[in-house]
């Protein structure tokens, strides 16, 4: 497609730019007319989990000047969009020195600030996030309406554990062909993207677990731990804010150092 000047499309717009992989920016360069505005890009740095950072200007997309950023939030409540933000920078670079300053977001509602537990062991905390749970079912919640998430497959029996002693019917991502199923939607962090719950559990917020232990002992040097935590954060900051109404965290003590952030909002 790149040498053909009869292109397929006059104008391409792209979702969740920021996890663009190589291949993926070569295509869209490739079956794009020459005209400067035939690609457009949505995307937030603060919500890179996917890919690690690399150039598009040397790929031949360059978005530096011409980017804004949108400002007003309309999925999540201004208590949950303030305690979520603090984990991540006020401001970020990409690899091509475009800068997104992420301060000055509002949100267009009010809610309830996020509720934060560390316990003392996963019977303390399945227990804890069960009482949650029942609670917004007790306010009207819908099942449907309620996302449970973890950070991988290794904390799912907890969440399992918390929904069934609640009394909650779970569904996961395999069964998402049957959307009107009145059952909420079980799965891990990176999943989450894209959607959207009035109320959000996250679970087994713990120590080794965000960042995850096993990412941490693989880095290679300081360059890349860095970049590890950071697309950790972020993962955390993808799943809080697929919260609309009520964010629910909980950890086994001492829990995930990321939680000190969230909580000082």
């Known amino acids: 497609y790149r040498d053909r000047t009869d292109k397929p499309f006059t104008h391409i717009v792209v979702d969740e730019a920021q996890d663009l992989g190589v291949v993926e920016l070569r295509f869209l360069s490739s079956i794009a007319p020459s005209n400067p505005d035939a690609l457009f890009f949505a ?12 150039s598009w200007k040397g790929l031949g997309v360059d978005v530096r000047g011409r980017s804004a950023t949108l400002r007003v939030n309309y999925r999540t409540s201004h208590q949950i969009r303030r305690a979520a933000d603090r984990l991540l920078p006020e401001a970020m670079r990409d690899v091509d020195g475009e800068e997104q300053v992420r301060t000055g977001t509002v949100s267009v509602f009010e809610g309830l600030d996020p509720i934060i537990a560390i316990e003392k062991d996963e019977a303390a905390e399945i227990a804890f996030a069960t009482r949650a ?6 306010d009207g919640f ?4 309620i996302g449970i998430f973890v950070r991988s497959q290794d904390q799912l029996a907890r969440a399992r554990a918390a929904a069934a002693a609640a009394g909650l019917a779970i569904r996961s991502f395999v069964d998402r062909a049957n959307d009107n199923e009145e059952a909420a939607l079980l799965g891990v962090m990176h999943l989450a993207k894209g959607l959207e719950f009035r109320l959000v ?16 002992s693989d880095v290679a040097d300081d360059f890349e731990l860095d970049n590890v935590v950071a697309t950790e954060r972020q993962l955390l900051y993808v799943a809080a804010t697929r919260a609309r109404d009520r964010l629910v965290i909980t950890a086994v003590a001492p829990g995930s150092e990321f939680i000190d952030d969230l909580a000082n909002a």
């Open 43 to 54: 995307g937030d740095l603060g919500q890179r989990i996917f890919q690690q950072p690399f």
């Open 133 to 138: 749970l029942q609670e917004a079912l007790a």
């Open 142 to 145: 819908r099942p449907s309406e």
């Open 201 to 216: 559990l996250l679970m087994a917020c713990d120590e080794g677990v965000l960042p995850l232990a096993s990412r941490i």
